[in-house]
Each structure stands twice: as C-alpha cells, then as structure tokens.
C-alpha cells in the first residue's frame, strides 16, 4: 500500500524567499515520487518526477526536490519565490511505473506576498 | 496544438438526473483517467482505460459510467446513484517516457448539482 502526507495545507512566503513544500511517503517498493502544480480552475501540471538515479530531481519552473529514503521524504523547493508560484501543489506517490495508478497527497496552497 | 480537452468547463445538473463529461485526447496516448476532486484534498481515481474498449474501476467508481470506443475519447458518466456528485472532474492521458509513465492532465469539469 502507498500513501502521501504533505505536511501544512498552507504555506505562505513572501516573494524572493525560499520555497519549502514538504512531502512524505509510505510505499511498500521503491517509489516513484511526483509533483505537480494546479492553478485555479486547471488541472494538474507537472513539475518533476523521481524514477530511479540521482535523487536530486530539477524540474521546470525552478523548482527542486530531493529524495530522501531514510527520511522517506521528497519535499519540493525553490531558492527564490515568484508571485507566479502561487498555486496549489500535490505530491504524488507511485508505486510502478503507472502513474495513472498514482495516490495524491491533500495539496498545499502556496502563497505568495509582495 | 496537442493536448487533452474537456468540455464543458462548468456543468450543473439537478439532482436524479444522469450527465456526461466530455474528454478527447489528440496525444496518441493509450492510457486515460478520470480522477474526482474535492476541497482540501488530493484527487481520486474513479476509472482509467489502458486501452480502447477496456477500463477498469479505480478506487471511487461506485455510481460513476464510462465508455472507451475510441482511442481519443474517454466520456464520463455521472449517474443518479451518485449522491455526492458536486465536484471538480480530471481527465487525463499518459505515456510511456524513458521507461516511466508521465501524465498529463485536460483543464477540468466542475460540477454542480443543484
């Protein structure tokens, strides 16, 4: 069985600051780890993904995360936020490489002050 | 443009009726989904098809129809058995990139039931 928790359903920064949006995971496999970005009305776009390989995985937007299997952890950062980096972001655990077969995480809303 | 279309963006049905949700792919992509979305948490599997003219029940599908007749099409059902129906509706596709399934999802339906 595989299960997502993202810790705090809301973040807010100011803009410039760091990004931090933690994810935890249970997966009874090695996992493949994702997160993605939705925007109001939208549906979901990815941001980065974890297969196997190196366990610091860049994806778009500037956005980072780092798996960390001791700590069971893929939490999601960018040095310096935007004000278009305001969204909601899921964490998505996988425990084949069906993604389609994926559990989500609840969100967490970012927010971005000026 | 390649992408995955929904239709429509806002649906509003009175309650005992049936209504479908439109979801067409022009990606090439053998894999569809249909996740349901509430409030504060994560999105959920109703139905997902690997390919044409076979799907398969996720993990809420109870009160939920779907149809797989074509490659590019994947309409969804919602059925009066459904008694909590208002929310917002996913649909995606995938494919196979570098070993690892990658989604991509359309723009959403959210449903309201009056």
């Known amino acids: 069985a595989q299960s997502v928790t993202q810790l705090g359903s809301h973040v807010s920064v100011s803009e410039g600051a760091l990004v931090l949006l933690r994810c935890n995971y249970s997966?009874?496999?090695?996992?493949?780890l994702f997160w993605y970005v939705q925007y109001p009305n939208q549906g979901l776009q990815l941001l980065l993904k974890?297969?196997?390989?190196?366990?610091l995985v860049k994806g778009i937007n500037g956005f980072e995360a780092e798996f960390k299997k001791s700590e069971t952890s893929f939490h999601l950062t960018k040095p310096s936020a935007h004000m278009s980096d305001a969204a909601e972001y899921f964490c998505?655990?996988?425990?084949?490489?069906?993604?389609?077969?994926?559990?989500f995480g609840d969100g967490t809303t970012l927010t971005v002050k000026p | 443009d390649g992408g995955i279309t929904q239709s429509p963006k806002y649906l509003f049905r009175k309650e005992g009726q049936n209504v479908t949700l439109s979801c067409e792919q022009n990606?090439?992509?053998?894999?569809m989904y249909w996740y349901r979305q509430d409030p504060g948490q994560g999105l959920r599997l109703i139905y997902y098809?690997?390919?044409?003219?076979?799907?398969q029940k996720g993990d809420i599908a109870e009160g939920y129809s779907v149809s797989r007749e074509k490659k590019e099409s994947f309409p969804l059902t919602v059925t009066s058995a459904q008694k909590n129906p208002t929310a917002f509706y996913l649909c995606a596709s995938s494919a196979l990139l570098s070993g690892q399934e990658t989604q991509y999802f359309g723009p959403g339906t959210r449903l309201l039931v009056l």
């Open positions: 974890y297969t196997t390989g190196a366990t």
């Open positions: 098809s690997q390919i044409v003219n076979d799907f």
């Open positions: 997966s009874s496999v090695p996992p493949y």
């Open positions: 990606l090439n992509h053998d894999a």
């Open positions: 998505a655990v996988s425990e084949g490489t069906n993604a389609g077969k994926s559990t």
